[in-house]
């Protein structure tokens, strides 16, 4: 990203700061102070003109993952204090947002025992969904430019996400465009993956990303993308409803003019 102009923070800038300045922020610290600590960060470097910060805990800890009725209530709040901290700058945030029927039980089992027993004490888990959270973030930051994708779709997209993180040409090759997916499938789909890319470094054209969709279909390793759901009663029955609400709710956020949302 550095020969783009872009410079990209990771999760040891996150953990040292921007953690301890969020939840700071959620107990009502100093603003100024925190503002400070964050503008040290900022690259001198004019050439530098756009910054990445990435880390799965920046909307909230696992405690609050699931809180109040809904999905990461301390999001909008952290969201418009990061766009506070950085006033002048525009703010983007980019979300994979991921099916609730796996990412609930994900988060209910991640939790402490007395944490987990409040969850299912205090929450109607089928009420849960990602509408509300990226109704929130825009209430509370409506300056915020919202980019969204499928979780699921990750693999496939990739590189159009870190094309559109670092706000680059849909047509800029970058390396590892295909690690992630190449990861996720058996030696006889890198191969494919390998012929097919050879010659269309960058899936430009709709065949091309057919052709993978296809190969990832195929060759995906059932180790790499399944995982055991441990959350005692929930079942096929209850997945499937989620699935569905699921695919209702990337639909109409699709259809919100402010936020953009990547697929294949």
Known sequence: MSNHSVAFWGARVFRRQFRTALNERDHGSNREILRSSFMDLVPNDKTVTRTILTN????GPIQTSIMDGQFYPLAGE?????????????IELFLGLRNPGSFIPMAVMAQTDADRQRVLAETDLSCLSWLTLIDNIRDLAPDVRITLWR???????WGDIARAMAALPDNTPLNGEYALLSSLVSEAGRAEIEALTAERPVPIDADTRLELSRIFETYALPEAIEEELDLPGWNDDII????????????????MSDVRFLKP
């Open 78 to 90: 952290r969201v418009a204090f990061m766009e506070d901290a950085f006033e002048g700058m525009p």
């Open 56 to 59: 799965p805990g920046y909307l």
């Open 240 to 255: 499937a409803a989620f699935n569905e609400l699921y695919e209702q709710d990337m639909d109409v956020l699709q259809t």
């Open 151 to 157: 979780n699921e779709d990750s693999p496939l997209i």
